[in-house]
């Protein structure tokens, strides 16, 4: 019987110590409950992604030194017997520098620290290369299956593979042969990010790989919000059969533990390298070590180290691993935005935001995200009512402040629009149109980027993705920010998230934090006399499943025909996503949910004369 | 004899039409220059880079379906005859969906038309994947070298392969391949952007591959601006031994024309399919056809055509091939900036700019930048005078637009700039300090953005790449644009390019466009009381020096105090460089000249708490 714990925590970006700290308080928690085999995410170390950072040789060296670092500081707190895997950044030092490989040759490296050691180190073999990912650019692919010994009682020991994220969802490779070492646990650090609905998808892949690695299966997933990525955590183990064993929590810190029954390991190791088809075109090498026999630290000594730092929390799994409840569809998109707009925030080194309430329900729902992510107290709000502004406007804002205790200004902007207009009138500037009511957006933007400045708070934006589709934003104007919550939440889930928040509150006996005519009453951006959304844009429903099918299953105009979409409308809506990409390439970033949120996971060229065929 | 011509033209991103008339109008003048072969630049039929537009079918169907047409539409104009090589947007259809396959299998392809026909297709192999290039995100590798055989007096042929631009990059594949089929000629088409020192770069690449090759290399590069990227052209023809025997112009559109002295095919063709490793752990094919043996079009019977059209110039090349000037390093930097703006303004369809004018030197150089581009008459500039301009400021601005003959408005931003004021000092907003500062120049982005809004101009930023890398600037404020010329141009070369520029103009007997206080004058941003740049930064000749270290070579702090710099002042700017990213990535594009532009070349994690260790 081997106890493990995954523990899916939320590193930081560049804070080598900071995320060392989480490896030592964790696998001290681990240890207290009894694992002797601890499991962190992929480059738990450094966070995740780097980006140009894997380029960097200091931080590179930074990397290497902190994981000996780290290893040592286990051994040093009582640690040293537990087999810790953890994900970190190294690089290959045998190949010369030749054009197309990425500078310094950096691996997204997984290591086993133990009695003070780094005892085996591996790389990530399967590289992605799309979506969010672009690790063609960042790392040199690994050869190796390190397979480690880990006596337990008995005299008796298992044998734990190690592979890394992406090794899973592609054919060949370390699963494959995986399966030909004979291990009997294959312990796999992620960072894979939210999407909706992935979830089920990380699922089948687990049980499938299992299956075929014939190996029961750790898989540990980074939670946490950075930059667009918000990782949602879910951490799951299977056993080798497929059986679900343990399931991690969405979007917490948590230890997801369970007793693993493996077979046990043949007598003789057999030879230290073995080089094996990889069913993939390449050949990978397992390589064999055998952990010695320390004992893991008994619960009550850690325990009393523990419970003296303050940090421990034993709960001892009932039965073979632990579940947490899982959270229904809007709850998890809504923890989505939360986690990125906390992490957005904090890791950013601000402690509050601000933003424009205009009493519509794209604002609304960002101020209470905003809310749920950093507490009430710390969320500004301006109203900044112009001559176009309804009384609604600013009944349902101050509605919505008072419902949550927000720190709210008003601001009124005609005497800077008039000065404006004032001033651009012997230029031609016109009184009314686009022009006009980009003006109003503008002041709004400077107002808050002033405000900003002046005291230190973040900026949201509170752009929906319906409106960063088709462009029906002003540049400059309500797309200043710093970060956007729902840039990448249709606007007709951000009525059902509405929806879905007040009913929440209702559900714990609290008041709903968004005034119900903001849910109801029909859009409008207010800069134009009697101005509706529908002026300018097909009705919301019909529009943002015919996004759906155009950005995130990538149809061409015929099949968006075929799928029942109106001719003239494709044409149109086709036409406003593919020129709006100028001023999605100047929006803010915000958590993504979906597969395509306008990030590097979808770019047009600015400069394209590209258009869809007319539907015949 | 082989005459060939390189057609160094301009393609547009997703303007299949107009590129495919480029191929008819620009082998109509090979044709009628007695050229036998024309090779067009990489992905000529769709322009490059195309991002997305890959994953999308039916742009892959167009593209496709417009390699037909073009070939037949050669056919029919009495084109058919000259054997016609020309990068185009193709798919493998063999491959079954799998998780890291780009969606569809599209191929970065060659063709090569004749006859009417497509006669035989080829795809890139090496694929690259760093710097400005993402092609693992795009694209599937190719795995042949064509090789035709070409016709040629006396009842003989030559042989001629084909590759595409990074396989010449790397080591093996279809150079290695190339060598072992025998072939007298590489044909290679190209989109290589510009890059400052690039074009020795390859020139000597170029030598050094027609030598491995044991063939004559014909590179055939693009011109022209896209988005970000300039491609210079630049096409070079050199012999089997190396030596060079024709150099095309830079960033002009040009036929690049030799007569090559290639060795006899040998009667018999060997194997139509040959698999040959190819030294990068690849195996190629070599695939062999044979062209019929069309008499080429007479020079006099086509020249009727062409000149009935109204394109043809005839120059019969003296001697071997054709050289063109070649341009200083200024000159070249100037030419790469100027052919940017041209061609995002135009492509793009925008016909006027529009710029604040400052007195300062940056602005004077955009200015003249984009005059020379698009022509003064389409050149509006804006001066915006505060209570903090010298009256320098405004007079030297008034100077540069009389000698250029720009469209010039004055709009003082003192009134609007104080009803922000007024309207936000009770919410404590300070009179003076970064937010007041920033407030000025928000009002001046606004200013812009409406008049670029109402008379449909493009807006230029004129930051500089200092600037850029050091954060300083006002986001939504000086940085508010379409487009940046400058952005990659740092602060020491602005002054080169702008001295060089008046020099340039006297020589030609004009007057220099710039006025010489706007050189000579120490730099301020004016918006606070006797500001100056060097309040904030070390002079421009130190600081320029020291980001050319850090950004461009990407050396670390220690690196950086042993090449000589200050260790204070590396401390300060590599932590200003590393936290200016939030503001770097809402920029506008501008033209790359550098290898580093921060563009996708250069991209840190914004949420990023790496510090480069403090030198000891």
Known sequence: MLRIALAQVNATVGDLDGNAGLIVEWT???????????????????????????????????????????????????????????????????????????????????ALLHGGRVVITSAKHHLPNYGVFDEFRYFVPGDTLPVFRVPVEGGESVEVAMAICEDLWQDGGPVAVCARSGAGLLAVPNASPYERGKDD?????????????????????????????VFDGDSILVAADGALVARGPQFEEALVMADLDLPAAPPDPGPADQPVDAGDGTVITIRRVTLPPSRPPAATDIEETAEAAGVLEVER???????????????????????????????????????????????????????????????????????????????????LVKRQGLHALTVPIASMVDAFAEELAPAGFPETGAPAENLQARVRGVVLMGLSNAGGHLVLTTGNKSELATGYSTLYGDSAGGFGPIKDVPKTLVWELSRWRNAEALRAGATPPIPENSITKPPSAE????????????????????????????????????????PALVE???????????????????????????????RLPITNRWREPRPS
């Not at 699922?203 to 667009?228: F, K, P, S, T, W």
């Open 572 to 602: 149109r809506v086709v036409r406003l996503v593919d020129t709006a990409e100028y001023k999605r390439r100047q929006y803010p970033p915000g958590p993504k949910i979906s597969q395509k949120n306008f990030g590097r996971d979808r």
């Open 317 to 399: 799994p009932e039965g073979a691993g632990l579940f947490w409840p899982r959270l229904s569809d809007p709850a998890e998109v809504y923890a989505a935005l939360v986690t990125g707009v906390r992490d957005y925030v904090r890791k950013n080194g601000f402690r509050s935001v601000i933003l424009a309430l205009s009493g519509g329900i794209d604002s609304a729902l960002t101020a209470t995200i905003a809310a749920d992510a950093i507490g009430p107290s710390n969320v500004h709000v301006v109203l900044m009512p112009s001559r176009y502004s309804s009384e609604h406007s600013v009944t349902d804002a101050e509605d």
């Open 201 to 229: 998808v990380r699922l089948d892949l687990c049980v499938r790989r299992a299956r075929e690695a014939g190996a029961a299966l750790a898989y540990a997933n980074m939670i946490g919000g950075q930059d667009e990525l």
């Open 28 to 110: 001290r928690r681990a240890a207290a409950r009894g694992a002797r085999v601890v499991v962190f995410p992929e480059m738990m170390l450094t966070g995740y992604p780097v980006e140009d950072l894997a380029l960097r040789a200091s931080f590179v060296e930074a990397s290497i030194a902190a994981l000996h670092a780290v290893a040592a500081r286990l051994e040093a707190e009582g640690l040293g017997g537990i087999a810790v895997v953890t994900g970190y950044l190294d690089r290959r030092t045998d190949l010369a520098p030749r054009t197309g490989l990425p500078a310094g040759a950096p691996l997204d490296a997984a």
């Open 527 to 566: 800069l134009a006399p009697g101005q509706m959304d529908t002026d300018s844009l097909p009705p919301y429903d019909v529009l943002d499943k015919l996004l759906d099918d155009y950005v995130e299953k990538d149809m061409g105009t015929a099949e968006l025909i075929a799928a029942g979409h109106d």
